[in-house]
């Protein structure tokens, strides 16, 4: 497929490592201007410094998603930078798994709060600059745990499933204004957050999966270009399963 992304600007939280980094990779090499975000600057900047001969407008952020003050001023430098903001892919995201009756308030808290209310802030931050632009496109990072609930991860799933809800309200609000918001609910994908899993537990979740084997970055990275680009511009308010066909 054909994408421009020329002088549009593309903010991807969780950018450091796995599915983000692979996303932004992507966008650099089709020469966006890109801002990357994680809590981890260091990480940031040594990605900034692979990607700088394929794009010379990056912009590394230090920022923990779940303070919506934070992310208010961080849009605020980015369009006094880029000039505007055409992409957010809100894909920062962790995990503090236990079963309900084990699992800490403080677990439920902090995933919640940089899951979902995370993407809250995004999407706030950004369809102010989006509205007045009448031009937008945000995608946002859901799981088929969303879909699906799982054992021991009552709070992740719980964010994903209402990040689904979250996209159809926004995809609602923005839509006259030409701002499409889209979910993708990845199943398993080769990342550090999988390499966590047991040796024997990635084989029977592989056995359940028709395609035999777990995604990769690149796999989300492309369905990602998609949605961000005009070919999918009559797509709003969905939630893309890729998954290898394990939810069917
Ligand atoms: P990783 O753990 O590899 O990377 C997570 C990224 O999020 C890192 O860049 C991390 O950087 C950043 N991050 C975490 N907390 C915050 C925060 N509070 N503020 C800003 N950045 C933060 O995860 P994956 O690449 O595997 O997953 C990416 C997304 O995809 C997540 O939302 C995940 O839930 C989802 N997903 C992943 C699947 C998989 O199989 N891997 C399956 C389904 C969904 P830092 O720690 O420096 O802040």
Known sequence: MNYKFNNK??????????????IAIHFANLNANIVLISRNIADLKNLESQLKSKSNKIKSLQLDVSSLDDFMKATKSIEKKFGSIDVLINNAGITKDNLILRLK???WDSVINVNLKGCFNGIKAVSKYMLKQKTGKIINISSIIGLSGNIGQANYAASKAGIIGLTKSAAKELGSRNIQVNAIAPGYIETEMTDQLKAETKTNFINKIPLNKFGKVSDVSNLVLFLASNNSNYITGQTITIDGGLTI
Do not use: L, N, Y
């Open 9 to 22: 600007t593309v903010v991807i939280t969780g950018a450091s490592r796995g599915i983000g980094k692979d």
């Open 105 to 107: 308030e403080s677990d």
